[in-house]
């Protein structure tokens, strides 16, 4: 403890003249003479912000949060401003979640504020859109995910993913059932070697869906009757080309799952060969790009440092065939 602490600026808030503050942990709200504030901080120092309550909202120009959270729709959005109380405020505090409340009244999360005749107003937290990333940075991932598995729109999930890696949590928003491929993808290379083997996964299914999408020139009948649970094996019927678009991730699966192998897992290898047969796979493409010179450097780079001379002569083999295939 310092009874002279030193501090440094992190961010900011849309705000000017502030005319009361009250936090807890990660968490900032502020007022002014006409509006309400929260900001949340998030490990990399980035500040959310949202705005509560404004003076005198008309029902049909209620505007936009300034700055929005993240890919907010204009109509979700719009429900989260509230009318502030008119004349100076001063804020107590929110009240606390808890845990097993499934109550939205404003008991169950409020911001308390105080006007010049002592009279107490609730300023509600209990839109989802607030509430989840709230309860998300008070370390509550349970009440977190819950709110936003059952009352956030799925198109939604998406934001609220990146907001929980924000927080150097990413795991938990494999759990949301609105997650697209895509962010489940960067989700689980972000959630460290546990989920590579899901990472895998997702590729093949964003490479196989990616065929279907474009199928000029693949073989559906062998793309149709893939489906197998051993990892090593290549989907069939996905183009190179396709596999290429997805090198980078292979890339650091093959990374990930090499880190497990050094720690004895029993489907480390499995999940190591198998990022590396579509790394293979992707260098056979006959469309030579910066990207595609990107990972594949990555990948004999990642290859020398562990040591994997046939895997190194194997995935030359592929990149030189192509190459021939080209000229």
């Known amino acids: 403890f310092s009874t002279r602490p030193s501090f440094k600026s992190i961010g900011q808030l849309p705000i000017l003249e502030s005319t009361s503050l009250t ?15 929260l900001g949340i ?9 949202v705005k509560l309550a404004a003076l005198d909202l008309h029902p049909a120009l209620v505007p936009m949060p300034a700055p929005p959270l993240p890919h907010n729709s204009s109509s979700f959005s719009n429900q989260l401003l509230q009318n502030r109380p008119p004349g100076p405020l001063s804020l107590l505090g929110p009240s606390m979640f808890s845990p097993t409340s499934t109550s939205t009244s404003a008991a169950a999360g409020t911001l308390w504020a ?25 370390g509550d991932f349970e009440t977190s995910l819950k709110c936003a598995s059952t009352k956030l729109p799925y198109i939604h999930h998406d934001s609220f993913a990146e ?9 938990p928003a494999l759990w949301l059932p609105g997650l697209s491929s895509e962010m489940m993808l960067a989700t689980c290379l972000r959630s460290g070697r546990e989920f590579a083997h899901q990472a895998l996964q997702t590729v093949d299914a964003l490479a196989i869906s990616a065929t279907l999408a474009d199928p000029d020139g693949c073989d559906l009948a062998a793309l149709s009757a893939l489906r197998s649970d051993d990892v090593v094996e290549v989907p069939s019927g996905v183009p190179a080309a396709v596999w290429a678009r997805f090198g980078d991730q292979l890339v650091r699966i093959y990374e990930t799952a090499m880190e497990r192998s050094a720690e004895t897992e029993p489907t480390s290898d499995r999940i190591a060969k198998g990022a590396l047969s579509r790394m293979q796979a992707a260098a056979k493409t006959k469309y030579t790009t910066p990207e595609n010179d990107s990972w594949e450097r990555s990948a004999l780079l990642k290859l020398g440092a562990v040591g994997d001379s046939q895997a190194i002569r194997d995935m030359c083999l592929s990149i030189a065939t192509s190459s021939q295939q080209t000229t």
Do not use: G, K
Request: aromatic share 10%.
């Open 163 to 171: 907001f929980l890696t924000s927080l150097n949590a990413p795991a």
């Open 41 to 49: 901080v998030a490990e990399n120092e980035l500040v959310y912000s």
């Open 23 to 37: 936090w807890r942990p990660r968490q900032i709200f502020a007022c002014s003479a006409s509006e309400v504030y």
């Open 114 to 138: 105080l006007d010049s005749h002592m009279n107490a107003h609730p300023i509600s937290l209990s839109h989802p859109t607030i509430w989840c990333r709230v309860s998300a940075a008070l």
